[in-house]
C-alpha cells in the first residue's frame, strides 16, 4: 500500500511538472513581433515585386500546381 502511494506521487508529480514546463516555455521560440511585423512586409513586397514582374512579362510563369 504504501509503494502504490509512492507511485502515484511521482507520477503526480512528473505529470505537474511537465505541464508547468509546457506553460512556462510556450512563447519561447517565437520572435517578438516587430520581426514578425518585418517579416509579413518584406513577404507582401516581395509578393507585390513577382506580381508585377510576372504582368511585365520577365517573371517566371507560375507554378502549374502539380504533375
Known amino acids: 500500500m504504501f ?3 509512492i507511485i502515484i506521487v511521482l507520477v503526480v508529480g512528473v505529470l505537474v511538472g511537465g505541464l508547468l514546463t509546457l506553460r ?3 512563447r519561447a521560440g517565437l520572435p517578438d513581433d516587430s520581426v514578425l511585423q518585418r517579416a509579413a512586409k518584406r513577404a507582401r513586397e516581395q ?3 513577382e506580381e508585377a ?3 511585365e ?3 517566371r510563369p507560375p507554378k502549374s500546381g502539380g504533375p
Open 3 to 5: 509503494k502504490a502511494i
Open 53 to 55: 514582374a510576372n504582368r
Open 24 to 26: 512556462n516555455s510556450g
Open 47 to 49: 509578393a507585390a515585386a
Open 57 to 59: 512579362g520577365n517573371g
